[in-house]
T-cell receptor, first 116, second 117 residues
Framework: AQKITQTQPGMFVQEKEAVTLDCTYD???????LFWYKQPSSGEMIFLIY??????QNATEGRYSLNFQKARKSANLVISASQLGDSAMYFC?????????????FGTGTSLTVIP | GAVVSQHPSRVICKSGTSVKIECRSL??????MFWYRQFPKKSLMLMAT?????????EQGVEKDKFLINHASLTLSTLTVTSAHPEDSSFYIC?????????????FGNGTRLTVT
């Protein structure tokens, strides 16, 4: 089974609107961390936001927030007030607590296009 | 924040030659580094895990003799693409976790775009 599933290959959003990028995960480890990364066309991977499995509140970082629904095993990224510079690939990733090899599991990504 | 430097950012080489890509952690020690390959608009494909002072762990289907990985110090890992062929053309990106803590994100280099002619 896929550890991380991103079902939206491509998304469009109007500038200044909010957009939700979906991510579901699969793990039996009670301790895990969830990450979102942004990859612009230039290629660098930019860390956006983190959510821990034991965190009681949804993570927020500026215009980014994470809609964490533990029972559904989903960790959707919400970008508010979209800007043209938000156009990029977005990857959801997970790290398991028992994984001593430090491995991160990545989803297939969502390509977001912000329309002016 | 933690920085990972990757060089070169772009390289064009002729078929049959070898190319070395360097990945350095600039302000932290990285006992583990990950090497990924990425095709356009696709996800990161883990090639191997580089471990300081020991042999790299390769993912299934990745040729060890073709993609040589050396992690000589706590701040440097190198990937050498040997006898490169056009099908090796791709975007290669390295990363390292700053700590083994769950909330420690992976820090990525800026990637290397390899073109084999």
């Amino acid at each position: 089974a896929q550890k991380i599933t991103q079902t939206q290959p491509g998304m469009f959003v109007q500038e200044k609107e909010a957009v939700t990028l979906d991510c579901t995960y699969d793990t039996s480890d009670p301790s895990y961390g969830l990450f979102w990364y942004k990859q612009p066309s230039s290629g660098e991977m930019i860390f956006l936001i983190y959510q821990g499995s034991y965190d009681q509140q949804n993570a927020t970082e500026g215009r980014y927030s994470l809609n964490f629904q533990k029972a559904r095993k989903s960790a959707n990224l919400v970008i508010s007030a979209s800007q043209l510079g938000d156009s990029a690939m977005y990857f959801c990733a997970m790290r398991e607590g028992r994984n001593t090899g430090n491995q991160f599991y990545f989803g297939t990504g969502t390509s977001l296009t912000v329309i002016p | 924040g933690a920085v990972v430097s990757q060089h070169p950012s772009r390289v064009i080489c002729k078929s049959g030659t070898s190319v070395k890509i360097e990945c350095r952690s600039l302000d932290f020690q990285a006992t583990t580094m990950f090497w990924y390959r990425q095709f356009p608009k696709k996800s990161l494909m883990l090639m191997a895990t580089s471990n300081e002072g020991s042999k790299a762990t390769y993912e299934q289907g990745v040729e060890k003799d073709k993609f040589l990985i050396n992690h000589a110090s706590l701040t440097l890992s190198t990937l050498t693409v040997t006898s490169a062929h056009p099908e090796d053309s791709s975007f290669y990106i390295c990363s390292a976790p700053e700590e083994r803590l769950l909330n420690s994100p992976l820090h990525f280099g800026n990637g290397t775009r390899l073109t084999v002619t």
